[in-house]
Structures are given as structure tokens and as C-alpha cells.
């Protein structure tokens, strides 16, 4: 296949890899049609394109048209999925995925579209759950260990809930008090203010009256 920015080359081929990403499966899908190209039977070609044409039908918005491609390409998988019966490759399509598939279309058309349908957030979850949980036992018998240190953590978890429901109750709700004694203690100082200037003000209106008829007493004698 001819290069191009984005394009994954898997030098050493695909045999080898034990476990998957989501960014290695979509890096495998873009070159999965070209390498299938002339190496399988028809049908075997066609029964591929229609699962990528599902799996690439990734809209943040949807219209009649858009949700009618893949109900065509999945139509087109159950047509011409029997040619892994007649090759002996599975015996039957009992599989919780490809049921699932049936479901996508009636689901966006409900709930709107399929946002979030991928495993990178169980992979990420993973990575908790497993990969750092088996690193705590001691590789043996390790099955049994993982669920028992799950079940403690859960608990110390529910515990540490528990515990910081019940010092909430006993916490003193924030209702103001700060501000209503900032409050009230403004408007004390405020009357102390005004009951030291009222006696001053009367104090100046008897000194202007003693000294508005001082004049008169003197022009009288």
C-alpha cells in the first residue's frame, strides 16, 4: 500500500501481538480492507468491509441517512456471514457484540448518538482493577487474591464514605454568624459616634447663643 500521513506499517505483522489497543485496532482497520484485497474469497471481503463500514459510522450528529448506512452494512453481514460456516472458521454467531449491533440504531434514535460506545474507558479502568491489583499479590494463586484485595478496598472505600457522612452532621453549618457580628458591631460603633457628636453640636448652639446676646447685654448697659 502506498504511504500517507497517518498510515501505520506494521513491519513485523500483526501475528505477534498479544493484546490490542483501541488506537492499534483503528491503526489495523485502516489497512485491513487492502491487505484482504486478492488473499480472500469475495464474500469473505464483503463480510469485512460491511463490519468496518459499522464500526466507522461514527457521527457526533445523525440524520435518516447517516443511520440507514449502517443498517444496510449490517444488513449486508448477516447476508453473506455463512461463509464462515462453509470454511469451518465458527460454528455459530451467538456472540453479545454482534447482538448489540442490532440494537445501535434504535438506541441513537432514542437517546441520541452513541457517544462514549468504545473500551477505552474499561481499558482505563483496567489499569486499576487488574494491572495494579495483581502487582499486590505474589503471582500464585493470584486469582484468589485479587478478588480478596478488591473486596477489602471496597470495604475501606464504603468505610471512608461512611465516616466522612457521619463528621459532616457534627459540622456547624456556615449560616452568616460572622457577617451579622460584623454587622451588629458596625451599627454600635455607629451609635456610639452619634451620641458623642449629639452633646457637641448642643454644646456649640448654647456657645453661639451665649455669644449672640453678649452684644445685647452690652448695648443695654
Not at 471512608?160 to 456547624?172: G, I, K, N, P, V
Request: glycine residues 4%; contains cysteine.
Amino acid at each position: 500500500m502506498t504511504n500517507y500521513p497517518g498510515l501505520r506499517y506494521f513491519s513485523k505483522g500483526i501475528s505477534l501481538v498479544s493484546q490490542w489497543t483501541g488506537t492499534e485496532h483503528q491503526e489495523m482497520q485502516h489497512v485491513f480492507l487492502g491487505v484482504l484485497t486478492g488473499a480472500v474469497q469475495p464474500t469473505v471481503f464483503h463480510v469485512a468491509q460491511a463490519m468496518l463500514d459499522i464500526f466507522y459510522a461514527q457521527f457526533h450528529s445523525h440524520m435518516s441517512q447517516t443511520l440507514n448506512a449502517p443498517k444496510n452494512a449490517l444488513d449486508k453481514f448477516h447476508e453473506h456471514k455463512h461463509i464462515f460456516k462453509d470454511l469451518g472458521m465458527h460454528d455459530d454467531f451467538n456472540i453479545p457484540k454482534l447482538h448489540s449491533m442490532t440494537h445501535y440504531i434504535k438506541s441513537i434514535k432514542l437517546c441520541g448518538s452513541a457517544n462514549g460506545f468504545n473500551t477505552e474507558f474499561p481499558e482505563h479502568l483496567h489499569i486499576y482493577f487488574a494491572k495494579n491489583v495483581y502487582c499486590a499479590t505474589n503471582r500464585r494463586d493470584y486469582v484468589v487474591q485479587m478478588t480478596k484485595w478488591l473486596m477489602h478496598q471496597e470495604m475501606v472505600d464504603q468505610f471512608s464514605a461512611y465516616l466522612d457522612w457521619h463528621l459532616q452532621r457534627f459540622e456547624e453549618p456556615d449560616t452568616g454568624g460572622d457577617e451579622e457580628e460584623d454587622e451588629n458591631e458596625t451599627n454600635l460603633n455607629d451609635e456610639v459616634l452619634m451620641s458623642a457628636v449629639q452633646p457637641a453640636n448642643d454644646d456649640s448652639q448654647t456657645s453661639t447663643q451665649v455669644i449672640s446676646d453678649q452684644p445685647t447685654h452690652i448695648l443695654s448697659a
